[in-house]
Structures are given as structure tokens and as C-alpha cells.
């Protein structure tokens, strides 16, 4: 359910706006399995296991108000203007009471959750601002300024799910099958053990502290930039942008520390493809001990209690915009920008700090489009162009026990058959090809008696038929750097509108 509120006071020099938003929101899912909550599995075409659920199963959780008041103001004095502007939000959700009865494979199960209120409970104030000065008090010369705090907007289970302790059931587990009369119909002394002690039951493993429901994570943005008018119907406008993130979470395994981990290194492949050729050994890596393996107890914080957990994105956007005069236009420019991760601080595991600090180069983007009509026939012709930065490359190789075990001097925590994921190319280091594209289109207008007209339109799409990567395979092995999707091939698309 929204509501939204808004009134407006126009003076002379003065243009308030107050006004509300209301949100109240409820979601209810539920889980049930066909076949009595049983799922058989065979191998060979011979009994193997059975797979059994814990349903009929159902989560609810609701928002109960989602608020937002705002007060905003333009001012106009002389050659100075400001809008000023304040939100005050609520956002407050919980998970209502629960109540789980018996089910085909958890027959005596009767059990009721308590509600859980104030996942979140969120109040808070951000202050909006922008200023706009004509410099010259002609009109071609404006400097810009703006700032303003912006709030994270969860999605409703995005926060309850995790406090809600129906959705912490394990629900389902494996038996083993052996079919001994051949009827393809498990009975229950054919059928081992479960596979989870747990089954059936609400284990949770992770839960929030309590100062996480209380504080809302957010960003500040801030700008500037000088909007000038180059001559008659050109202007350029130049900024500068920067957004940096406040109130960020991290997750805590109480049950295992720093010291529980033991260090490695493992040596990447031989390969041109890798930075300096390969060969080079990657360290900063730990395995937790095997006394520690799979416990789990995680406690959601706030990062600064462990360390600094910064996001910075600065960016210089270029544009130009000409109206030439006989309905030509052209219109473009740049945007350079980079976003700065620094998280280094360990929480569980030291091996947090390799590549804690991704600083990426600034990289430009280019986009640009124009307008030409023909002198003749009424046909109008258009172009868009733009050149984006290629894909980030990554390369991720997994390493048997037997490849690490040397560096390690035990095996791997999840035994001689474990495995574990090393990443071989540092993040924000490495970049594919530009991609480059270029759109064409041709109109013809076609005026009919009664103000009706017919508008033909012909459009080329990748006009140069490039082939640029957007994604490709970044586990490193045989299908490594593979594309896995490209730029659409060269198209051609003819339509029209009717205007009557």
C-alpha cells in the first residue's frame, strides 16, 4: 500500500514543497513438496537415496510503516539560487508470530516462534542542498553546486529474513536407499540415517547485533560544476562528482579468530595471458584449522568497529550540447570516473587483507549523438556513438590439497580431497578491449489531411558489425578469458508510428 502527500507555495522568489510518503508492505511465502515432501533419487536406474523436506513451511514478514516527510524551498536572490531541502524517514519492519504444526516427515512437530519487532527500526534525517550562482548575471555562466545524504532502501526480506527463526529450519536432509523387495517405494527400514542431526529444527547461525537494527546505512553525494554558453546555442558543462558510503555491516564468526588460521601460498600457472607470464607465487592466503572447520556463529556488525571500510567513487563528467541552427543537433562527451574499495581490516580470516585496496585507473566513457536533416524530402538522419571500457579481467584457479599441502605442512581443513579457490590477478588491474558502437537511423515523415501523419523509420544497430566482449569466463582454466556474452551483431529494424 503508498500514499503520497504533496502541497506547493509559489511566490516571487519562493517555491516550498512539504509533503509525505507512506509504505506499508507484507510478504508471505510459502514451500511445500509434491509426493508427501519425499524426492527419490536413483543411479543407474536403481534406488540410491531419498531426499526428505521439512514442509509444509512458511515465512511471513511485514513492514509495518515505511515514512517518509520532506520540506524543500527554492530561493531566488539576485544572481544566487538555492534549494534547500529535509527528510526525516522511519522505516520499521518485524516478523510476526509463527507457528509451525506437524508435517509428513516431522510428524510431532509443534512449535511456535515469537515475533521479532524492530528488524529495522530506522529513524533518521538527511539535509539536501543545491546552490546555483550566475556568475555574470548575463544568463551564460552558471556555477553549480549540490550535496545531499540518500538512505539505503532494503528490500523487505533482505533485513527480516535473516531475524526471522522460521527461516533458520533446516529443511530438508538425505537418507540412503536401499531397495531390498524392488518396489521403488521407500519403507522406513530400508532408509539410513539423516544426513543433518538438525533436521526439522530452527538453527540459526546468523543474527544481527544489536545496534545493527538501529542504524541505517547510507551515502553522501556531493557536486559541483560551471555550465557555460561557448556561443549561441552551445554550451558546455563541466563537473565533478563524488559519493562515498557510511553505516556499512560486516559478518562475524564468533566462533573463530585470526589465530585459527594457518598461512599459504600457492604458485599460479606458466601462462602469458597471466601478469609477468605466471610463475609467481600468491600468498596472503589461510586455511582455517581443522579444529574450527564448519563452525559457524556469524553476528552482524558495523564495519568501524573492526577498521575503516571505505567506497569512494570520483568522477569529471565533459558535455557539450549544439543546437546548430536548421534542426541540427549534437550532443555528447565524456565520463571518467573510478570507485575506490578499501576494507583493510580482518574480521575472521587475515587472508581479508589481500587486495583489501582495489584502486582501479580512472577509465572515460564516450558517448555522443547527432542530428542531421536531409534539405530534401523531409528525411532526418541521426547517430549515436559510444565508446565504453572493456570488462574487468579476473582469473580465479582451484587448488587440489595435494598442490597446496607443501606450503600449508598439513592438509586443507575440509580434508585430502578439499579443494580451495586463489584469486591469480589482483582486482582492477587488468581490463578487456573498448567496446565501440555505432547506431544509425533514417526517418521520413509522411503529413496526411487532419493534422495525421505517418512516420517511417529505419534503424542500423552495431553499424560496424564490432564484436566487442561485455563478459567472459573468469575461472582460469581451458575456457578461461572464453566471451561469454558479446556486443549483438550488426541489425536492422524497420518501423513506424501513426499519429491520428
Given at each position: 500500500m503508498n500514499t503520497r502527500f504533496s502541497t506547493s507555495y509559489v511566490?516571487?522568489?519562493?517555491?516550498?514543497?512539504?509533503?509525505?510518503?507512506?509504505?506499508?508492505?507484507?510478504?508471505?511465502?510459502?514451500?511445500?513438496?509434491?509426493n508427501n515432501g519425499v524426492l527419490l533419487t536413483l543411479l543407474n536406474g536403481q534406488p540410491r537415496s531419498i531426499t526428505v523436506w521439512a514442509t509444509p513451511l512458511y515465512l511471513r514478514e511485514i513492514n509495518k510503516a515505511n515514512v517518509g516527510i520532506f520540506a524543500q524551498d527554492q530561493w531566488t536572490v539576485r544572481n544566487l539560487t538555492l534549494n534547500l531541502g529535509l527528510r526525516y524517514d522511519y522505516f520499521n519492519s518485524y516478523v510476526p508470530e509463527h507457528v509451525m504444526g506437524p508435517g509428513p516427515n516431522v510428524p510431532t512437530r509443534n512449535v511456535t516462534f515469537a515475533p521479532v519487532y524492530n528488524v529495522p527500526n530506522w529513524k533518521d534525517t538527511s539535509p539536501r542542498l543545491g546552490a546555483s550562482y550566475d556568475l555574470f548575471g548575463n544568463g551564460k555562466t552558471a556555477l553549480k553546486f549540490t550535496a545531499g545524504r540518500y538512505l539505503e532502501a532494503p528490500l523487505l526480506i533482505s533485513f527480516t529474513r535473516v531475524a526471522n527463526p522460521a527461516s533458520a529450519i533446516t529443511t530438508n536432509a538425505t537418507r540412503t536407499w536401499a531397495d531390498l523387495n524392488n518396489d521403488f517405494l521407500p519403507q522406513e527400514?530400508?532408509?539410513?540415517?539423516?544426513?543433518?542431526?538438525?533436521?526439522?529444527?530452527?538453527?540459526?547461525?546468523?543474527?544481527?547485533?544489536?545496534?545493527?537494527?538501529?542504524?541505517?546505512?547510507?551515502?553522501?553525494?556531493?557536486?559541483?560544476?560551471?555550465?557555460?554558453?561557448?556561443?549561441?546555442?552551445?554550451?558546455m558543462n563541466v563537473g565533478y562528482f563524488r559519493r562515498w558510503y557510511g553505516n556499512t555491516r560486516t559478518t562475524d564468526n564468533e566462533l573463530i579468530g585470526p589465530e585459527d588460521h594457518d598461512p599459504f601460498c600457492a604458485t599460479a600457472p606458466i601462462d602469458s595471458r597471466l601478469p609477468d607470464g605466471g610463475g609467481y607465487q600468491v600468498c596472503g592466503l589461510y586455511n582455517v584449522s581443522r579444529a574450527k572447520f564448519g563452525q559457524v556463529s556469524n553476528v552482524m556488525r558495523l564495519s568501524k568497529h573492526y577498521g575503516e571500510d571505505k567506497e569512494v567513487y570520483d568522477g569529471v563528467d565533459v558535455y557539450l550540447n549544439a543546437r546548430l541552427g536548421k534542426g541540427i543537433v549534437v550532443q555528447g562527451g565524456t565520463s571518467t570516473g573510478r570507485t575506490l574499495t578499501?576494507?583493510?581490516?580482518?574480521?575472521?580470516?587475515?587472508q581479508a587483507l589481500l587486495n583489501c585496496r582495489v584502486a582501479p585507473p580512472f577509465q572515460t566513457q564516450i558517448k555522443v549523438l547527432g542530428v542531421y536533416p536531409l534539405p530534401w524530402a523531409g528525411i532526418q538522419t541521426s547517430a549515436t556513438y559510444q565508446s565504453l571500457p572493456g570488462p574487468q579481467i579476473t582469473a580465479s584457479?582451484?587448488?587440489?590439497?595435494?598442490?597446496?599441502?607443501?606450503?600449508?605442512?598439513?592438509?586443507?581443513?575440509?580434508?585430502?580431497?578439499?579443494?580451495?579457490?586463489?584469486?591469480?590477478?589482483?582486482?582492477?588491474?587488468?581490463?578487456?578491449?573498448?567496446?565501440?558502437?555505432?547506431?544509425?537511423?533514417?526517418?521520413?515523415?509522411?503529413?496526411?489531411?487532419?493534422?495525421?501523419?505517418?512516420?517511417?523509420?529505419?534503424?542500423?544497430?552495431?553499424?560496424?558489425?564490432?564484436?566487442?566482449?561485455?563478459?567472459?569466463?573468469?575461472?582460469?582454466?581451458?575456457?578461461?578469458?572464453?566471451?561469454?556474452?558479446?556486443?549483438?551483431?550488426?541489425?536492422?529494424?524497420?518501423?513506424?508510428?501513426?499519429?491520428?
Open positions: 511566490t516571487g522568489s519562493h517555491n516550498a514543497k512539504v509533503g509525505f510518503t507512506f509504505q506499508h508492505q507484507e510478504s508471505y511465502t510459502t514451500q511445500d513438496i509434491s527400514s530400508e532408509l539410513g540415517a539423516l544426513s543433518s542431526s538438525t533436521f526439522g529444527q530452527s538453527v540459526i547461525t546468523t543474527r544481527y547485533d544489536d545496534e545493527v537494527p538501529e542504524v541505517r546505512g547510507y551515502n553522501w553525494e556531493i557536486s559541483t560544476s560551471v555550465q557555460h554558453e561557448l556561443m549561441t546555442r552551445v554550451a578499501d576494507q583493510c581490516f580482518v574480521v575472521d580470516s587475515p584457479r582451484v587448488y587440489t590439497n595435494a598442490e597446496v599441502r607443501g606450503s600449508l605442512g598439513r592438509d586443507l581443513s575440509s580434508g585430502v580431497n578439499g579443494t580451495v579457490t586463489v584469486p591469480l590477478i589482483a582486482p582492477g588491474t587488468m581490463y578487456g578491449d573498448r567496446m565501440n558502437q555505432l547506431d544509425f537511423r533514417v526517418s521520413k515523415i509522411f503529413r496526411m489531411p487532419g493534422n495525421r501523419r505517418i512516420q517511417a523509420n529505419l534503424d542500423l544497430f552495431n553499424a560496424l558489425n564490432a564484436s566487442s566482449v561485455l563478459a567472459q569466463n573468469n575461472t582460469y582454466g581451458p575456457s578461461w578469458l572464453r566471451p561469454t556474452t558479446i556486443i549483438q551483431g550488426r541489425l536492422v529494424k524497420f518501423g513506424g508510428q501513426f499519429d491520428f
